[in-house]
């Protein structure tokens, strides 16, 4: 007996959210590798799933979910280590939604219910799109004389912010008697250069976040992967094409394992830490 | 579903906390209030982005970053020490005048031996219209009474670069020590309450001469006006110095340290709680009365 809970895909625009839907949907209804979870049975409606992964297979840019519009994906699933029946509960939620919450401080009704009736969250975040703050040296005494000053406006917010203030607000909603699952995901693994892991990558790149996830392990139970959903560039297709299978050629990075089955990060949210 | 069905709740601002809310804060773990204080420019701002930015770096001074209610307040006033501002010269922001009583909220969380597990900092930079006010008036009004008295740490800022000054040294002195000695006679100052005298600008602190000034100020300060406080102590910073001879946030981080550190009782006695039963009703309103007095003086159990 299973009943429909959510893991809800959360992340700022372009940080990969669809992409890993559709690779995660191919793997676990494809069974060309072996899976955490396997499709038990397939769900009413799958257009939505089979669109983002038919342009995935063919190497196109899988279609962003557009802003004000929320897809929803529903998979049947059974864990193959202890037979346990899942229904999940994917919404595919514009990074505009979550964009909005930083810059005019509102959330979606619906995000919000989500969250309370969820497993938990994967949180996307794209190693080229991290807004460091920069600071100007204090040393320099001389203006330049010519420059354009900036107001402050929301959008000059580092990344890492943003992520704390996300999870903050996911906090703000969820139901407090349970810990917040969090699978931060690092995006196109595959650009991070010389990675050392996923765990290290974030320590150096997102400092704040790092510290958050460590001061709160009270109310989060936090993993970090490092996911290529693509397994390289667009550009690379004809080398990518050349995987023995398209599944075969997704990557996932645990610590220093190197996996292929997204499904771990399900794993993760559903079943806690192994 | 279409856009019409996404309806949106608003989340909290993310802006400075004014003083009645900041009980939502105060009622989840341990809190701290700091209020900073000091003339106009004389570097309160610039300590609390200082703090910011390093935690933006990693953790600080053993501390890690718990959270913040005032996330959107903190990037606007760290806005112009960054270069997404256009400017070349960092500079800090002005507090608002029209809302001198608002906090910055940090949570803090130890990461070893002897620090707080997890704590809350409320830090107000009190303005310098504030300030002369608080020095030259028996009710101040623009930080009012109870917020003065609300306060676990007051630190009091001596300009380091107008120390460094023949023409201005002496003003910095006699300005710590008539807000100091207003605070005492107007009954500010609350008994758990603790001090601390930051001289900033550190890294413009150059001859021995100067250096030696500061520590007499120090020492004369703390001499005239340490029992008024649970504890006193003095730091020396360079938030954001000038030169590289110091590091950036130099001395911030064992500030901060000082600021969540648990004061020492002065005297461990152990009293009657104001709720034991077999206690007269006069008994009960007496250490009701008393008790702000007598909280950080006696174990109340």
Redesign the interface.
């Known amino acids: 007996m299973s009943s429909e809970q959510t893991v809800v895909l959360v992340g700022l625009p372009g940080s990969g959210k669809t992409t890993f839907l559709a690779a995660l949907w191919h793997q676990l209804e494809s069974e060309e590798i072996q899976t955490a979870f396997t499709t038990d049975r397939l769900q009413p409606d799958r257009e939505y799933l089979n669109g983002i992964r038919d342009a995935w297979l063919a190497f196109k840019e899988v279609p962003h979910t557009s802003a004000g519009i929320e897809q929803s994906a529903l998979l049947r699933v059974r864990h193959v280590q202890t037979g346990k029946k899942f229904d999940l509960a994917i919404p595919d939620v514009a990074g505009e939604t979550y964009k909005r919450q930083w810059l005019e401080r509102q959330l979606p009704g619906t995000y919000i219910h989500q969250l309370h009736h969820s497993f938990g969250v994967i949180l996307f975040v794209h190693p080229e799109q991290v807004l460091h703050p920069a600071l100007l040296d204090g040393a320099v005494r001389d203006s330049t004389g010519s420059e354009a000053l900036h107001e402050w406006e929301p959008a000059l917010t580092p990344t890492q912010v943003r992520l704390v203030d996300l999870i903050q607000s996911a906090l703000g909603v969820f139901d407090r008697s349970h810990v917040l699952r969090l699978a931060l995901v690092v995006s196109a693994w595959d650009l991070v250069e010389s990675p050392a892991t996923p765990e290290v990558w974030v320590e150096r790149h997102l400092p704040l976040l790092d510290q958050f996830l460590r001061a709160n392990t009270g109310r989060v139970m936090s993993k970090i992967f490092g996911a290529s959903a693509i397994g390289g560039s667009l550009t690379e297709s004809e080398m990518l094409a050349r995987t023995p299978t398209p599944s075969s050629r997704v990557r996932l990075h645990i610590s220093s394992e190197n996996l292929r089955d997204l499904s771990r990060t399900i794993e993760f949210l559903t079943l806690g830490e192994s | 579903?279409?856009?019409q069905?996404?309806?949106?709740?608003?989340?909290?601002?993310?802006e400075a906390l004014v003083s009645t809310a900041i009980s939502r804060v105060t009622a989840q773990d341990d809190t701290t209030i700091v209020l900073l204080a000091g003339p106009i420019k004389s570097g309160k701002t610039t300590v609390i982005v200082s703090l910011y930015?390093l935690?933006?770096?990693?953790?600080v001074g053993g501390l890690?970053?718990?959270?913040?209610e005032t996330?959107?307040a903190f990037?606007?006033i760290?806005?112009?020490?960054?270069?997404?501002?256009?400017?070349?010269?960092?500079e800090t922001v002005r507090t608002n005048p029209s809302s001198p009583t608002a906090f910055l909220h940090l949570?803090?969380?130890g990461?070893g031996e002897g620090l707080p597990k997890?704590s809350n900092l409320l830090l107000s930079d009190v303005t310098g219209e504030a300030f002369e006010e608080a020095r030259n008036v028996s009710e101040p009004t623009i930080i009012p009474r109870r917020l003065w008295r609300r306060a676990d740490a007051i630190c009091v800022l001596l300009d380091g670069e107008k120390l460094s000054s023949v023409t201005t040294r002496h003003l910095v002195r006699t300005g710590a020590r008539s807000l100091l000695r207003a605070a005492r006679e107007a009954n500010l100052i609350s008994s758990r309450c603790r001090l601390m005298l930051v001289t900033t600008k550190w890294d413009l602190v150059s001859s021995n001469e100067t250096v030696e000034f500061v520590g007499e100020t120090e020492s004369w300060l703390l001499d005239q006006f340490r029992s008024d406080f649970e504890s006193a102590a003095s730091h020396r910073i360079a938030a954001?110095?000038?030169?590289?001879r110091v590091p950036?946030a130099y001395g911030v981080p064992d500030l901060l340290v000082d600021w969540i550190a648990k004061p020492q009782l002065k005297v461990p006695i152990v009293a009657p709680s104001p709720t034991s039963s077999g206690m007269s009703s006069f008994a009960q309103v007496f250490w009701h009365q008393q008790r702000e007095l007598v909280a950080g003086v006696l174990n109340v159990v």
Not at chain 2, 6 to 12: Q, T
Not at chain 2, 64 to 68: M, R
């Open positions: 579903m279409s856009a069905d996404l309806v949106f709740e608003p989340l909290d601002s993310g930015e935690f933006n770096q990693g953790p890690f970053f718990g959270g913040s996330l959107v990037e606007r760290s806005h112009t020490g960054r270069m997404a501002s256009g400017r070349s010269i960092p949570r803090v969380v990461t997890a954001r110095p000038n030169s590289s950036y």
